[in-house]
């Protein structure tokens, strides 16, 4: 039996093909939902920003200013930032003696002692600082205070102060980071010299030939290494400890091991 379409099958396809066409158009797309989205929240933005400004005026989000501080701590920080103005100064000025040294100290501790009165602290609290400042000053005319007299330590010499043996140390340190980017020792020492001339300040008047004590220095710091170190001055171990767990954080990247070592011998060098 042969089929025949009905006539009117074509008219309801036709009808069909039209909503399917409507429903696709209706129908919800990426685009169109962000087309939506940008317009809703522009709408929303528009609105916001008009009843904000009607209400108060735009604040920048960048931490309380000054106005809104309390007093006492608005005064704290205007009396912090001249400490810091004064440290800064003293710090940067660049001594030519020990004359010059001590001066320096007596300024930061004379800062100190203000800024420490002018916070709240007691006489009591202040006195001590004043005092420790006076004592220094009087090296200047050849007296020792009570608080600055040597305590007898054997027989003998007594050897360099622990903030040179501290610099030595970290000269050591240095020529450590260097020989371990494959550089010769005494290549390394002579231009560690070379580029940071104070090193030569850490020298004994006894000192020949500076690579050499250089190189002592070094050597001391392998012996340290190996638990056989002969020096007994505990601000020299301190800074062997600290570096060689610095030096775990360089090790096998070239860039950090001469940062490394650019950065002990500049610190060296400023004693």
Known sequence: MIHRPQKNEPRRERRRGRKDSVDLEQRETPRNSYRAARRDAHSARQSTEQTSAAAQPATRVTGPKSDDLHPAVRRLLSELDQLLSELQRASSAVPASPKNERERYICILVALSKFVRKIGGTLEQVRHIVELAQLLDDLDRGIVGPGLERTRYGQGRTGDSSLVWEARGRVALGLEALTRLGKYRKHAARSALHDFPGIGRLMTAKSKDSVDVML????????????????????????????????????????????????????????
Do not use: M, Y
């Open 216 to 271: 002592s220095w070094h050597d001391e710091f392998l012996r340290w290494k190996a638990g056989k170190g002969r020096s007994k001055n505990s601000s020299l171990a301190n800074t062997f400890v600290i570096g060689t767990d610095l030096l775990k954080l360089c090790d096998e990247t070239p860039v950090l091991l001469r940062r490394f070592a650019q950065i002990h011998f500049e610190l060296a060098s400023r004693i």
